[in-house]
């Protein structure tokens, strides 16, 4: 219970600093439009999709991380019209985020894609995954590979980096973290998911992407 | 699109890894190696006087080994508490010099220089390996951290890197988890992915180029 509780803190901590900035190096002109602004919102996942057990937290969304610019993609020469963001979804040692992103032209979210695959996306994620590291307690990456998805959309894509992370008792756990990307058209979502301890199930995931397949093609 | 870290939910993600971290960060205990580290506005502090006084910041010229260990075990500047934010603003002809973490020893320093000196030699990887690691410049540490940001190692690659933790002598690239750990790291990409490195050797550069000091201060793994 107590270490539930230490979660929440550090988890309220990760997420209440400072939101990132919108005109960063390399960020997309950001044009957003009401209807690209709806059509990223429709594509969020929501409580009941994720079945039981699943809960809102209640910390803003913003935050700010660093990822290395060289690890970043150029994006300045798009635009963006449209996005949104969803809550984080929690529950015991998981968590999910996701954010969608509306392109102004199909063109332009194919290239936002084709920037962000490996290996520029599996290295931000390894580099996010060891910037949680401490002094005296290390986090590593000790593996990475690809997530295997039928092909629900235009695009689909899935990478899981596996560390370890090490306790000053000597014991060591086991961190996840998948990212999935769909893309239809001139939108891309992305759904972030870390665990602890035991990865996603491949079936729970397959049917996240179901969905969001399903509201990808929809819209 | 991928939530880059402008973007809000990627910073969430960040969050949700911390979850999964949080129950071994609340248990860190502060290394007592921090204590004679220097901090963050004592490093930005030193670098300025590092810069305008080139001649203390070095060794005395043609100095025996005895006299480079005298004059870099006074040195505070490679201190573990530097951030990777903190190394971008340095000037990269400064050094960073002296140990990182515990008292440096004379008997280790005295084998390792004419170790990596040999070694160096031998391998021709006098640009990726510091001749001494008590006594390194920003420059040298920045080329080997931004291998970070391009090499992604495979699978069986990665397993060659944590299979290295093993036989180093710190069980890790660096005693704690600070920016020697990210340099040596950017290093061994660089060895494996380019060079076919194996662990063993990895471990070998690794334990060569111990810039912790001669204490007994473990990473805590």
């Known amino acids: 219970m107590k270490n539930r509780t230490l979660c929440s803190l550090l988890l309220a901590l990760a997420v209440a600093a400072p939101a990132a900035a919108t005109g960063a190096p390399g960020a997309p002109h950001l044009r957003h439009s009401k209807a690209d602004t709806s059509l990223a919102t429709s594509t969020l996942l929501n409580k009941s999709t994720l079945g039981s057990g699943w809960v809102v937290a209640s910390h803003s969304t913003s935050g700010q991380v660093v990822c290395d610019n060289a690890a970043t993609p150029n994006e300045s020469d798009l635009t963006e019209t449209g996005g949104a963001s969803g809550p984080l979804f929690t529950r015991p040692e998981q968590a999910i985020a996701q954010s969608t992103h509306v392109f102004a032209t199909s063109a332009q979210a194919a290239t936002a894609w084709a920037r962000m695959m490996p290996p520029k996306l599996v290295i931000c994620m390894e580099q996010e995954v060891e910037n949680l590291s401490a002094m005296s307690a290390p986090v590593y990456v000790t593996a990475w590979y690809r997530l295997r998805f039928a092909p629900l959309a235009t695009r689909v894509a899935g990478y899981r980096v596996v560390a370890r992370a090490t306790t000053t008792k000597k014991t060591k756990e086991t961190v996840y973290l998948d990212v999935l990307l769909l893309g239809h058209d001139r939108t891309m979502t992305t759904l972030i998911l870390s665990a602890l301890k035991a990865p996603f199930s491949n079936g729970f995931e397959q049917g996240l992407a179901r969905t969001l397949a399903a509201q990808l093609n929809k819209g | ?221």
């Open chain 2, 1 to 221: 699109m991928f939530v880059w870290p402008r973007r809000p939910s990627f910073l969430q993600l960040v969050g949700l890894v911390t979850v999964g971290t949080a129950l071994l960060t609340v248990a860190f205990v502060q290394p007592a190696r921090a204590a004679r580290s220097m901090s963050m506005s004592m490093m930005s502090a030193a670098a300025p006087m590092s810069m305008a006084s080139g001649a203390r910041s070095m060794p005395p010229a043609g100095a025996s080994l005895r006299a480079r260990f005298d004059y870099l075990s006074k040195q505070t500047t490679n201190s573990c508490m530097i951030t990777q934010a903190a190394l971008v603003s340095m000037p990269a002809s400064m050094r960073l010099q002296g140990a990182c973490c515990s008292a440096m020893g004379y008997a280790d320093y005295s084998r390792q220089i004419p170790a990596l000196a040999l070694f160096n030699h031998a391998h021709g990887t006098g640009n990726l390996v510091p001749s001494d690691p008590y006594n390194w410049s920003v420059a040298f540490v920045r080329k080997l951290t931004a291998f970070n940001d391009t090499i992604l190692l495979t699978n069986a690659q990665q397993k060659i890197y944590t299979t290295a933790f093993r036989y180093a002598a710190d069980k890790a690239p660096c005693c704690c988890h600070c920016y020697r750990w990210e340099a040596f790291e950017g290093q061994a990409k660089e060895l494996i992915a380019r060079r076919r490195y194996t662990a063993h050797e990895i471990a070998t550069v690794w334990n060569l180029e111990n810039g912790c000091g001669s204490g007994k201060m473990g990473p805590g793994m």
